[in-house]
C-alpha cells in the first residue's frame, strides 16, 4: 500500500510558490476547528492583494507619503 503522506507531500514541493501558501494555510487551519471564517477571508484578501502588487495592477506609495495623506485628510 502507497504511503498517501508521502505522495502528497512530493505533489505538494511541486506546487508553485503562491499555492503552496494556500496548501499549508489549509493544513494548518484543518488542525484547528477554532479559526474563524474571518481569518480564512483575510488569508483570501492577503494573497489576493499581494497577487495584485506582483501582476503590477496596482500603484504602490512609499509609507510617508501614505501617513502624510492620512494626516492631511485628518486636518481637513
Known sequence: MPDLVADL???ARSLPLEDSVRL????LASLDPHVS???LAWGLEIRSRVAEVEQGQVELIPAQAAFA???SHLRA
Not at 24 to 27: N, S
Request: proline share 0%; glycine share 0%; charged share 40%.
Open 9 to 11: 507531500s512530493l505533489q
Open 37 to 39: 471564517d474571518v481569518e
Open 69 to 71: 495623506q492620512v494626516r
Open 24 to 27: 499549508a494555510e489549509e493544513l
